[in-house]
């Protein structure tokens, strides 16, 4: 059975998992950690996609790991944000930016982690109060996500350039990571709606008061971060790449898509948070914009988004919130939780003298020049990485998938939407819908109109 982590492994490696100091990020301990961490998140995607036993994921709650993986995304944030910076003013362009693209890529990985770690309900209750770090930190990260599409950066052609420069290769990288980042925190974020009842009472808070996660989860719906136009035509982010879809896949509800409506349904169905949401003006009107979105192929493959749906309407028409669900008054709490991992890092900075002495420290590191250096580097993270195994396995998984489609998919009937016998013709506007005639069509232009727009 193929493996990136060995079972006698596997214990080894979660359990060294600790929480660095910024200070430490590049150091020799700091990568042995990094690669035992891209090996373990290999494993648990491994795991989950081959639907084997989820043994990293369980280790990793059992062992109460979790905690240190998010004060580890909060770490690589601090050193990207504040850190690195400081290290490209010593010098702007460094011969060799290898190491600091890992420590970028450790950010990704860590939350890929945490990703596959808290899809079951078990994982988010083991957070404990450091998921209120959590949640500031996926905000943050939906809100760079919404940040980025607004600026074209998703799109392939895209001529729009915010620093109106042409962006060096190392910040394109960033970019890339933060946005990939952004759409596994909109997958956080709906597994922790999901659970919300079960985690400590500020949770729901935060993330219905302080961050308004209602409202970006309303503006995601709206910038669609997983669908883009390039070139090669509309494509969608489908298994952590970018598909070319066509025909009736461009109607194909996609995972970040689901989860962004289902999180949105989660916090506005939820009863006893929403009491403290107050539904003023300017809310109501940005929620019913997603009216617009919740055309009838959408409804057919989420038909829990039907109520959400009705609920949506009354809304709009309707002072008072629908069902009950919910008042116009704010509630307060007397004592509130807050989260203590970004702060904590930030204390333990300036106690060493601050981001610009730990960039001066870390010049030599991140700077370095040494061939050999680096050369050494790049086959140590070459090895951790394992591209080899990952082609391979990716091969078998799309030759399965080729020979699936050949073999065992038949060719699909369509039925006229008007008058529900065999249809061929799809309508040439949305192409979601078949007819058996030009008169079928024209029956059904009236109930088919609002959809198709």
Known sequence: MTNFVFPEEL??????IRPFQIREVGSEKWLD????????????????????????????ISRDKLKFLIHEAYCIFLWKTKVLPHLLDIDPNPQATF?????????????????????HSSGCEALQNSVLDLIDYCAQGVTQLI?????????NDSTV?????ILSELERQKRDLIYKIGLRCISILYFLSDSLNALPLSAGRRMIVTHDIIWLMADLLHFRPWQRRSKNGTEKFID????????????????????TWFCLRQLLFNRGFMESY????????????????????????LP???ELKQYLCQLTVSNAQPNGMGNSKKTTLVLEEVPEIKDNLIRETEKFGGFLAIAQLQGELFLSSDKDYILNLAQRLNVAYNTDLLAELEEKVTKADMGKSLEEKPKAKHLCENCSNIAEKKCSKCKTIYYCSRECQLDDWPNHKSACT
């Not at 690669?35 to 639907?51: C, D, F, G, R, V």
């Not at 600091?100 to 990704?108: A, D, Q």
């Not at 940040?147 to 799109?155: D, F, I, N, R, Y």
């Not at 107050?278 to 493959?301: A, I, V, W």
């Open 11 to 16: 214990n080894f490696f979660v359990e060294s």
């Open 33 to 60: 950690t990094h690669e035992m961490i891209i090996k373990l998140s290999q494993q648990a995607a491994l795991e989950a996609a081959a639907h084997r036993e989820e043994e990293v994921k369980e280790m990793l």
């Open 99 to 119: 190491l600091i693209y890992t420590v970028l890529f450790h950010e990704g990985a860590v939350i890929t982690l945490l990703d596959l770690a808290l899809y």
């Open 147 to 155: 940040g980025l599409v607004s600026m074209g950066h998703h799109e």
């Open 161 to 165: 350039d915010v620093d109106e420069a």
């Open 240 to 259: 952590e790449k970018w598909m070319p879809v066509q025909g009736e896949e461009l109607g194909k509800v996609v995972k970040h898509e689901a989860q």
């Open 278 to 301: 107050e539904f003023n003006d300017e809310r109501r009107k940005h929620l019913s914009k997603t009216l617009g979105l919740m055309y009838e192929p959408l409804l057919d493959q």
């Open 304 to 306: 829990p988004l039907i």
